[in-house]
């Protein structure tokens, strides 16, 4: 839609190309299940923006 000029006074506001919800379906489902047979990956990500969360509390 953003790529759509005529439907904005100003022309496009999206450069970027369309992307096939089939092949975008596919690859966050890949994800999806990763995480679900990985479920460290989320606990390490969770560690880690907690401690950069303390570490930015700690320099104020």
């Given amino acids: 839609m953003g790529q759509d000029g005529h ?9 970027s190309h369309p992307v096939r919800v089939e092949v975008l379906d596919e690859l966050v489902w890949q ?18 923006r907690m401690d950069a969360k303390k570490k930015r509390r700690l320099k104020l």
């Fill in 31 to 48: 994800q999806v299940q990763t995480l679900i047979e990985q479920p460290e990956i989320v606990v390490k990500e969770y560690t880690r």
């Fill in 7 to 15: 439907r904005w006074s100003t022309g496009r506001v999206c450069s």
